[in-house]
């Protein structure tokens, strides 16, 4: 048996571990120091927002956001339902209520009709504006921003923009991470570059991004003793994991082009393939990093569905994954309101991940291709 091709796995570029030792040869093996200090300056230029904070994880920044713009118990946060959890766990901890909105077709994002919808209902049932937009950007692929940030605009709901994903992404040429009042990125093990686990708190608001590095050290009051007149986090980016990330971001645009180019070459290995679809770019202002790629296997013209696929890709250790279940389908999730199309439901039930990582091998291209020809031959 050949050896398991993943999903997508960290691809070092070579310079982490030299930032990693200078951490180590000048004891720097703290929540803070050059490399932290490095790595934000690092996202701030790379994606043109003027303020960014290290922190342990894109799970722990949303969260901060949310304190940052003032969400507590009982207040309403609308997010994509077609998400990974951890955008939408961090309202839940603020006691907060996640308001769902499904997708449209084009890029399998947030759909910005039925977010108009779903705010004048909002407004009808509860007479009071949701607090704040969780706007996603899945798999890379960019959101209609245009069309979402007007609706947001004219109710006035702050956006925090979940770029977890979407790091190297960009739409009309601005980098995906610049759009949200306050945005997110993550570097977990899987996303398009990684520090073991690790994420970042971005915003050109200066006074919040301050604010969030106190509360992601523990609240603590400017004294010589510990003193705190607010809760506290531990949720900093430790100095070694920044030395990661500094290396990372030298090779990020490369990883980038890699991804594109794995997405065009299976555009081009399964163009023949009936009722078998991609998520693509709608039109030239989206750019999207391909982070995984991903297709809808249609079960009515398709040779084979997408279970047959999944499980012939498995059999020849080759991991592949349906794709990310609708957060109002999620037992935990499916008592709070939802706004629902389908579309997120149907992509679920259809949809796969394909083996998308920077640094799969052509040997690897070629088994992958072997095994997807056998399954529509
Ligand atoms: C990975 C991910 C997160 C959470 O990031 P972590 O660093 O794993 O906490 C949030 N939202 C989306 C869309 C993600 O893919």
Redo the contacts with the bound molecule.
């Keep these: 048996m050949n050896p398991k091709i993943y999903l997508s796995s960290p691809h070092m570029g070579g310079q982490e571990s030299e930032f990693v030792s200078e951490a180590f040869n000048n004891n720097w093996i703290a929540p803070l120091g050059p490399n932290v200090d490095g790595f934000e300056k690092d996202l701030q230029v790379y994606s043109g927002v003027a303020h960014a904070a290290a922190l342990s ?6 969260h901060l956001a949310l304190i940052i713009l003032g969400v507590n118990r009982g207040d309403e946060v609308l997010v994509s339902s077609f ?2 959890s ?2 939408i766990n961090p309202i839940v901890y603020q006691g907060a209520i996640p308001v769902m909105v499904d997708s449209e077709n084009d890029t399998w994002n947030i759909d910005p009709e039925l977010l108009e919808e779903a705010i004048l209902d909002r407004i009808s049932k509860t007479g009071k504006l949701p607090k704040a937009l969780i706007l ?1 950007h ?1 798999y890379g692929m960019p959101a209609k921003l245009n069309e979402i940030i007007a609706v947001c605009k004219k109710y006035e709901v702050p956006i925090i923009e ?1 770029a ?2 979407a790091l190297g992404s960009s739409y009309n040429g601005k980098k995906l991470g610049s759009f949200g009042d306050l945005s ?1 990125y ?3 093990g899987n ?1 398009i570059i990684t520090t073991s ?3 970042a708190l971005l915003s050109n608001n200066e006074v919040w991004v301050t604010k969030s590095r106190f509360l992601a050290t523990q609240a603590r009051d400017s004294a010589p003793h510990y003193q705190h007149s607010e809760i506290g986090y531990n949720y900093r980016m430790s100095n070694i994991v920044a030395g990661i990330g500094r290396g990372q971001m030298l090779v990020l645009d490369e990883w980038v082009s890699k991804r594109r180019a794995i997405n065009k070459w299976y555009h081009k290995k399964l163009a023949k393939v009936d009722g078998l679809s991609f998520l693509t770019e709608p039109d030239n202002r989206y750019f999207s990093n391909f982070w995984l790629t991903t297709i809808e296997v249609d079960p009515n013209t398709c040779s084979a569905d997408r279970e047959t696929i999944r499980l012939a890709l498995q059999k020849a250790n080759i991991e592949s994954r349906p794709l990310w279940k609708p957060m109002h389908l999620q037992p935990v999730f499916s008592k709070y309101p939802s706004y629902v199309s389908g579309v997120a439901q149907r992509l679920f039930e259809q949809g796969l991940c394909l083996p998308s990582g920077s640094n799969m091998t052509d040997e690897e291209r070629s088994h992958i291709q072997d095994v997807l020809s056998d399954v529509f031959s």
Excluded: M, P, R
């Design positions: 994880s894109g799970t722990a920044a949303i998400t990974f951890g955008s996603v899945l979940d977890a994903e997110i993550s570097f977990n996303k686990g690790g994420g």
